[in-house]
């Protein structure tokens, strides 16, 4: 069955560094998106992107957040300049049609030290 | 409360037995999606019900949803202990996959 592949599974970065989240999207799919989920929280939409643009985002996806689909198979999700509080499992999920269902990767989880 | 709220938070039946578990949300939808994440792991997208369906199956499981009530309810039938896990609704008013999720149901199925 085709996955959503996450890299790194964890990842532990100095506060202040930037770090980038790789994601390759199931290669046929064409709606991408992240989500995060803090430890005990809830899973958050970060942001959904369609057609080389972001077509929605939310209020944590500030500007120290960026996106990128850097060819035609990975998308990445930049922090710039990391926060304690960016700690958090990151999740990556891609959808064919954006309206029957989405596949989720195992995540990265980002710790800010 | 909040959308997509998930009832009740933790439910432990013995293997074999149903398992129904609610969800509730506040604005109107466009679709409804259910979600099993087992213990520190990714999440496995299990069905999406679009505002105008409702009833969904898939294998064992049983997905309604009622758009008067703004609740839907997850069976899964004769459980396993596999499926042991958290199980999420999320629901998306955008149909931009900007999904709202709840804070989920902790299944425990003992052999």
Redesign the interface.
Known sequence: EPEVTQTPSHQVTQMGQEVILRCVPISNHLYFYWYRQILGQKVEFLVSFYNNEISEKSEIFDDQFSVERPDGSNFTLKIRSTKLEDSAMYFCASSGDGLRGYTFGSGTRLTVV | SQQGEEDPQALSIQEGENATMNCSYKTSIN?L?W?RQNSG?????L??I?SNEREKHSGRLRVTLDTSKKSSSLLITASRAADTASY?C?TDN???????????TTLTVKP
């Open positions: 679709n999606q979600y792991r990714g999440l496995v997208h069905i999406l679009r999420f999320a955008t149909n931009a996959g900007k999904s709202t999720f709840g804070d989920g």
